[in-house]
T-cell receptor, first 114, second 115 residues
């Protein structure tokens, strides 16, 4: 069975600092991997996704993530945090033959201090 | 373009009552799904549908029923509400059944409290 583990339910950074949100997955087949963001009182929206090809994936708002098969990881990074990045971030995985059936991690709440 | 619309946004029920959460999308998406979001547990898949007339169970289906009579609508029914069903519910859809890892589009959520 697939599963996703996000390390740290809450991460706090200063404005301008590096953002690193960790995600590890387990999957018996090559996975599709996703990061979603949820702003307060809103639904989720896609930040970026990995399907095949280049392992470094760039998304919206300056975020990127790298798929590392040997480490079964898909960590999300941003070089310089903005106050507007404060939100909850979810890592998700799906098998490549179950299009759309996503399994989500527990979520990481990102706080950005001025 | 409305996208995915959920109603109601807020609802308070008493234990044992029934209700239906409505979800409609106007993007002609084949795939639709329901998730519940609870603190510290992320989003958990309740039920999903790959097209009209076809539904299947997700991770946490107990206590919930679904049907898919049209492409546009995917209602979630609680037949006898329990306090454990207090949660925020999200409906989500995607364009096709293709295995390209396509984006899920989410509604704004329905916050349900069961007393």
């Amino acid at each position: 069975a697939q599963s996703v583990t996000q390390l740290g339910s809450h991460v706090s950074v200063s404005e301008g600092a590096l953002v690193l949100l960790r995600c590890n997955y387990s999957s018996s087949v090559p996975p599709y991997l996703f990061w979603y963001v949820q702003y307060p009182n809103q639904g989720l929206q896609l930040l970026l996704k990995y399907t095949t090809g280049a392992t470094l994936v760039k998304g919206i708002n300056g975020f990127e993530a790298e798929f590392k098969k040997s480490e079964t990881s898909f960590h999300l990074t941003k070089p310089s945090a903005h106050m507007s990045d404060a939100a909850e971030y979810f890592c998700a995985v799906s098998k490549n033959n179950q299009g759309g059936k996503l399994i989500f991690g527990q979520g990481t709440e990102l706080s950005v201090k001025p | 373009n409305a996208g995915v619309t959920q109603t109601p946004k807020f609802q308070v029920l008493k234990t044992g009552q029934s209700m239906t959460l409505q979800c409609a999308q106007d993007m002609n998406h084949e795939y639709m799904s329901w998730y519940r979001q609870d603190p510290g547990m992320g989003l958990r898949l309740i039920h999903y549908s790959v097209g009209a007339g076809i539904t299947d169970q997700g991770e946490v289906p107990n206590g919930y029923n679904v049907s898919r009579s049209t492409t546009e609508d995917f209602p979630l029914r609680l037949l006898s509400a329990a306090p454990s069903q207090t949660s925020v519910y999200f409906c989500a859809s995607r364009p096709t059944l293709a295995t390209d890892g396509g984006e899920l589009f989410f509604g704004e959520g329905s916050r349900l409290t069961v007393l």
